[in-house]
């Protein structure tokens, strides 16, 4: 299996733990992803509120550029990235006068895009294309004993529910208990993280995150496995302002590729683990075999 | 084509309706009369603003003496209608019933098309045709058809029975097809009815036991029907009866079989309790079932299942002997001359819309389940507790839940406004909680139905407008710790709010009957694009069907609440009536009919006919057409090889000209 991969900035920036357990966990699973040549700036959420059309030009010329290598579909791991392109994806379909910009705007770049290629998360692809049974037979440390609270976030679910249910998304809940993890029941999988309001309205935006990370301590999780890069980022990054505000809500949240290397027996150096402010404890020890 | 008239001298009449403006508001009716003015053989040709009235009729009686027509013709709305209507009045003119012809410019014209001039020139080619194809009109007689005075009634819910008794105590003997082991339907599971508070056993058990004393009932629960053959007046209905296990003449309701079950406890959800108790796989539904008869469950029956019990039961019944495992399903035949299809709804499932939270949060239930709480016959004996067992609070309704709703129903199901105001009074008066009510619009239309909403105001139950967007269990505020949130868009007040609560109650509405679509063929009726059964007319035949001697009552014709469902029932038990006391129905002659002479009989017609019509006799060789069983649908007309068949109504004289008609341009 070959995809084309659109990384986008967060997975070579804050993000790069997401980029460093990503790549080796599609290797395992013999998935190839190649790295767009000469990719940019996905154009991001606060672009699209500023400048719809500019911000469809921008998206659309890593689009034109994933086409021309000829793979079937495009990867894209960050949340935001995956929604603007899907976005910019629906705006060229939906409005002529979008569609006429951003056509001249790539004519004059030489490059053209047909609207055709879809754009999917990995999440998607690991549990459509590759199959859970498949990974299952690459599990050697089962996560047995872990809780583990799936956290969606926002982007990949809505507006566009393409591979998941936007109410009640349940394709990693289903990947991680074939890792052998314990899913704990958090209806709060798709709330709002605090997005980028955690930087803007501190006030606002850290509630929101201070919510989600106390409930997963409520339900007993262990663990809130992530699949964005900003969910990840303010779900980890805050918590000594969390704590001086309600008091310690101690749960660290990692990529959910994370746990799948851990699962495929990949070291734990090599996983991006140590990036986190709050430091995964190591994982339980297994039931002594029968 | 030949036209010379073998009626002699035809003296037509032709009458347009202006059926006020719904025709004469696009239809230029003047211009129509006139134009027909001039077509052979018509003597008179008139507009009118109202043909089916009174003056309208007696326009056509006095033509008839006036002028000696021998044809009329009117054009105005659909046969189905007023075919009748004006059929009667050529007859009351002294002429042939079927001397007439009726043309359809309402549904068929004016209300379908919106260019004046266009509409109008159809409606003189529809005209057209009918004036040259009543020329060829033979005069006809209607037949009498005997009606059989049995009735089946098929579902046992308030309507089923109040159908069934009204007929019964009129004398008509009625059978009684319930699905379930008991009779009550939805009915039997509340405590008290709105809005006058009073309690529905105390009203529903005695017409319960009044069906099981009733000589003239004949009760078969646990029965479906499982096929309709004949038509009006001469139903013969196949009823498939279940078994329960249990001779039903045997048994006498003393329950100690129950008691003896190798089940020392009730393991499996009692459907009458909506699942909030268990039962055992020997039990009556309820106390107060109809018939007082207990049942087995097959799928749970250790000895059904595998044959393998110490049969307990059987001891416990000792020489009544009642228990009988080799009981078989058995098929029914009865006649009946009438159907009464009163088969009711089913509640919507709340599962359809996750972010409700019902089936993930314990304490969000739905109406029925509340209901059967609050009732001191049900699982809690009427006590008002969380699935922890501690009292609630603060409880709350949400309105619409599958109703008025795009993405599920779009009908309002009409009786939850009033079931939840009922309710949470209820709930006020067992627990004094805090009770808040979300909804769209409070809908009290009922007779003392807003005094009821009043009430609910003046008792302090708080009333929130806005659809609920989400339950949540998760926390924002100290206050909301261990509680279930509402998230809704209060619309008075324009803000959004959170508001957490102890209990959820989820008005869950009505939707149409699992295999409605299969009933619905059964019984040859109609649905609409709901699925709830579609009555003759809205108003002028709530309960009559397209299909003559079925008729429908209560909910599976649409959302209603008691009074409304006892209305219907009753009125369907006096449609039928006035069918069975008049004793016979008229049969229209459009039938189709063999000309022995040219018949081959090839035998081609015979399995074409979907009413069993057609017959090959056995000396002559020749097909014969039984006209009482004939329904005048045509197939076997078109598809004689050699033309032998034809059918009243439809010569080819008459169709040929009809088709001159609307092909000639004027």
Known sequence: MKYAYFPGCSLKGLGRAYEESLLPVMEKLGVELVELNDWNCCGATAYMSVDETKACILAARNLAIAEKTGSRDLVTPCSACYLVLNKTKHYLKDSPEIRGSVQRALEGAGLRYSGEMPVRHPLDILVHDVGLDVIREKVVRPLTGLKVAPYYGCQVVRPYATFDDAWNPTTMDRLLATLGAEVVPYPLKTKCCGGSLTGTLPDTGLRLTYILLKEAVRRGADVIATICPLCQFNLDAYHDQLTRQWGPVPIPTVYFTQLMGLAFGLPESQLGLRRNFVRMKPLPALPARA | ?666
């Open chain 2, 1 to 666: 084509m030949k036209t010379n008239l073998t009626n002699g001298d035809i003296r037509i009449g032709f009458y347009i309706c202006h059926c006020g403006h719904n025709i004469g508001g696009v239809v230029d009716c003047t211009a129509v009369a006139h134009e027909i003015t001039g077509l052979p053989g018509v003597v008179v040709s008139r507009d009118y603003k109202y043909m089916c009235s009174d003056p309208g009729q007696e326009l056509i009686r006095n033509d008839i003496r006036e002028h000696a027509l021998n044809r009329i013709v009117v054009a105005s709305c659909s046969p189905l209608l007023h075919e009748h209507t004006f059929r009667n009045a050529v007859e009351a003119g002294g002429l042939n019933r079927y001397f007439f012809q009726m043309v359809n410019i309402r549904e068929h014209d004016s209300w379908v098309h919106t260019d004046h001039a266009k509409a109008t020139t159809k409606a003189v080619a529809l005209a057209r045709a009918a004036v040259l194809r009543v020329r060829f009109h033979r005069a006809l007689e209607t037949t009498r058809v005997a009606i059989h005075p049995d009735v089946l009634v098929v579902g046992g819910g308030i309507s089923g029975i109040h159908a069934a008794l009204t007929l019964a105590n009129a004398g008509k003997k009625v059978y009684l097809v319930e699905r379930d082991p008991s009779i009550g339907g939805h009915m039997a599971k509340f405590d008290k009815t709105f809005p006058t508070l009073d309690c529905a056993a105390c009203i529903l058990t005695p017409k319960m036991s009044a069906v099981r004393a009733n000589k003239n009932i004949k009760l078969w629960t646990y029965s479906e029907v499982a096929k309709v053959d004949g038509y009006v007046g001469n139903y013969t209905v196949t009823v498939r009866r279940k078994p329960r296990y249990v001779n039903e003449e045997l048994c006498i309701g003393c329950q100690e079989c129950i008691e003896a079950c190798v089940f020392k406890e009730g393991k499996y959800p009692d459907e009458f309790n909506v699942g909030l108790s268990k039962r055992k796989p020997i039990y009556i539904p309820f106390p107060q079932a109809v018939p007082q008869v207990v049942v087995i469950d097959p799928e749970r029956c250790l000895q059904l299942k595998s044959g393998r019990c110490k049969k307990t039961c059987v001891e416990a019944c000792a020489d009544r002997q009642a228990i009988d495992f080799t009981q078989k399903e058995e098929m029914a035949e009865i006649k009946v001359g009438n159907i009464i299809v009163a088969t009711g709804f089913k509640l919507f499932d709340a599962k359809r819309i996750p972010q409700y939270g019902y089936g993930l949060y314990p304490n969000v239930v739905t109406s029925i389940e509340l209901e059967r709480l609050v009732t001191s016959s049900g699982p809690t004996g009427g006590e008002i507790i969380m699935r922890d067992g501690r009292t609630p609070q603060s409880v709350a309704f949400v309105l619409c839940v599958g109703s008025r709703d795009f993405r599920t129903n779009r009908w309002c199901s009409r009786t939850c406004c009033m079931h939840s105001m009922k309710l949470a009074q209820l709930v006020r008066e067992h627990t004094g909680a805090d009770v808040t009510v979300f909804y769209l619009d409070i809908r009290a239309p009922g007779k003392g139905c807003e005094e009821f909403y009043d009430k609910s105001l003046k008792d302090g139950i708080q009333f929130v407008r806005g659809r609920v967007a989400e339950v949540t269990d998760w926390a924002l505020t100290p206050e909301e710790e261990g509680k279930l949130v509402i998230r809704a868009e209060d619309t008075l007040a324009g803000v959004v709010r959170r508001i957490p609560v102890d209990m959820i109650v989820l008005a869950v509405g009505m939707e149409p009957q699992a295999d409605s679509q299969a009933v619905r063929r059964l019984f040859n009726m109609s649905c609409g694009s709901e699925g709830w059964f579609l009555e003759k007319h809205p108003k002028l035949a709530p309960v009559s069907t397209f299909t003559d001697g079925v008729f429908i009552a209560g909910c599976c014709q649409g959302p209603k609440d008691i009074p409304d469902s006892i209305a219907q029932a009753g009125a369907a038990a006096a449609e039928a009536m006035a069918l069975i006391d008049r004793g016979y129905i008229e049969q229209e002659p459009n039938t189709a009919y063999v000309v022995e002479e040219d018949c081959s009989g090839c035998k081609s017609c015979l399995p074409l006919c979907p009413y069993t019509a057609i017959t090959l006799d056995g000396t002559t060789q020749k097909a014969t057409i039984n006209a009482a069983l004939c329904k005048g649908c045509g197939t076997c007309v078109a598809a004689c090889p050699s033309g032998s068949i034809r059918q009243h109504l439809f010569e080819d004289d008459e169709i040929f000209s009809e088709i001159e008609g609307v092909l000639t341009h004027a």
